[in-house]
């Protein structure tokens, strides 16, 4: 494929960071402890992530989709699929969190995006074990991984936080909001700022009209 979009999903696609606001309600204690090392990284995603949701009982599962299931969207991303419809670019989600929690906040829309990747639960056991057929070097889903699979000459980024920031680094055209905008300056690194979708439709509309302008 020519272009190609990978959209993070927590306190992207969402309005507020679903996932950080799961493993707090049902992980609070360990959840204190080691996010605040996760996001100056001083701990790995990788680390951090596992022993949060492996500590917390599989029976509680069907509470955190519920929990999640009334996350409300940010404005502009249907809007955004249509026009990417259009342009026939395909939007792949790519969430550092549960693939069950994608799923349910995207409900019908899920059939609109390209694919999800996403952090897999097996709740058969005691407590939550997680799978993720991307997980790599610090990361559980390693972005970068799943943006060379699927070989676009042109790929661009939308992010908020540190599971983003590698894919953000990895790319040349990159949408970054709230905590991914200053690692992204720390790393002096360019972007584009954005508060909603329709920044990002409206931003890419005038790109890709003056590439058919030259």
Known sequence: MRRAIFCDFDGTITAVETFVAVLQEFAPDISQ????????????????????????????????????????????????????????????????????????????????????????????????????????????????????????????AIGDSITDLNMALHVPLVFARDRLAVYLDQHQKSYIPWNNFFDVRDYLTELWKEDKMT
């Open 33 to 156: 402890q080691l996010m605040p090392q996760i996001y100056n990284q001083t701990l790995t995603l990788r680390q951090g992530v596992r022993q949060i949701l492996e500590s917390i009982p599989s029976c509680r599962y069907a509470e955190i989709l519920e929990f999640t299931r009334s996350q409300p969207m940010r404005e502009g991303f249907v809007e955004l699929l249509d026009f990417l419809d259009t342009a026939e670019v395909p939007l792949i989600v790519v969430s550092g969190g549960l693939q069950g929690m994608v799923e349910v906040v995207l409900d019908d829309l899920v059939d609109r995006v390209q694919a999800i990747h996403a952090i897999a639960v097996d709740a058969t056991q005691e407590y939550l074990q997680i799978h993720s057929s991307y997980e790599d070097g610090t990361e559980m889903v390693a972005k970068v991984k799943v943006i060379q699979e699927y070989g676009a000459t042109e790929a661009i």
